[in-house]
Nanobody, 114 residues
């Protein structure tokens, strides 16, 4: 059983929106802070957004603050990333991660066309 499975990626035009989901299983989701990371071609993986276990605290990379919103539904064991006003520089594989652990999803591709 894969503990984290992302979905919702795709191909969009500049200025459009996407919502990513990360379905968690096999652990008590509500006990863990969760993160979204991304990795663009030729670049290192970077932290995009973080949310506390209860959803009360969030933080964002400067590059996405004001455009992306991280949220979670602990009843559904699901993490979300609402991405608005997407830009070509947002093109990357997006991963969810459980806290600071080695538990990562397989990634979902987001491509933003100019």
């Amino acid at each position: 059983q894969v503990p984290l499975v992302e979905s919702g990626g795709g191909f969009v035009n500049t200025g459009e929106s996407l919502t990513l989901s990360c379905a968690a299983s096999g652990f008590t989701f509500s006990r863990y802070a969760m993160n979204w990371h991304r990795q663009a071609p030729g670049k290192e993986r970077e932290l995009v957004a973080l949310i506390s276990n209860d959803g009360h605290f969030t933080t964002y990379a400067d590059s996405v603050r004001g455009r992306f919103t991280i949220s979670r539904d602990n009843a559904k064991n699901t993490l979300y990333l609402q991405m608005d006003n997407l830009q070509p520089d947002d093109t990357a594989v997006y991963y969810c991660r459980r806290g600071t652990s080695d538990v990562w999803g397989q990634g979902t591709q987001v491509t933003v066309s100019s």
